[in-house]
């Protein structure tokens, strides 16, 4: 029986389907799967910064946290173990963004100045970004900025993994101003950021007193009225306590 005729390599390599590529289901599905799990963390951490900024860590509970965020309980000690493990996801996630933006703010201050920085300058440099923050940052910040302020009043504050965030900027602050304060004893430059460290939160904190007291005259969130007058109050402290011998 006569054999059929010989097809072609090049007609054969035509004629077979072509191969597959490996669907990439199973890294979508994991994509998507992490795209969600990054959604819930945030929308958890968001509701918990909010009743953070208003109570306090004592004054909420895990089921507060859950029922403001939306979510079953488990899914909260799925992602931060307890409440604690919350409270530090919330104080750290905005942390490193704001310290970050006060130490470039000094660099770039300490540099324009040409080693011979003004302590009204330096002052400006490391509140600034803070400043930009509370009028841009919306609700959010606004609460983070408000429980920050909880936070620094507070013997809790300043262990942890949370002095690794701010640490740095404080001690920044402190070598520029030994620079414009030369004469001042170290151990007032550090009891000066204290006292501008409470000064500043409390400027944030939306206590509104001040609003009774000066019958609508001052408002708790003007920033644009409270910046330039903290600034120069801070600035005249620490002068004088840099002339204290």
Known sequence: MPKPPAVPKSAAARKRPPQRRAAPDAALADSGKAARSRRTQARILDAAEELFSHHGIYGVSIRDIADRAGVDTALLHYHFANKDGIYEAVMLRRAGDVNEARKRAMDDYAR???????????VRAYMQPVFERLRTGGRGFNNYAALIALANNSALWGGGTVKEYFDPAVQRLVDLLRLALPK?????????????????????????????LSHGRCRANDYAAIEPRLVAWCAAGLRALGACR
């Open 112 to 122: 324009k100045s040409g080693g011979k920085p003004s302590i009204e300058g330096i």
């Open 184 to 212: 001042a004893r170290e151990e007032d430059l550090y009891w000066g950021y204290q006292f501008l460290s409470g000064a500043l939160t409390l400027s944030y904190s939306r206590n509104a007193r001040i609003e009774g």
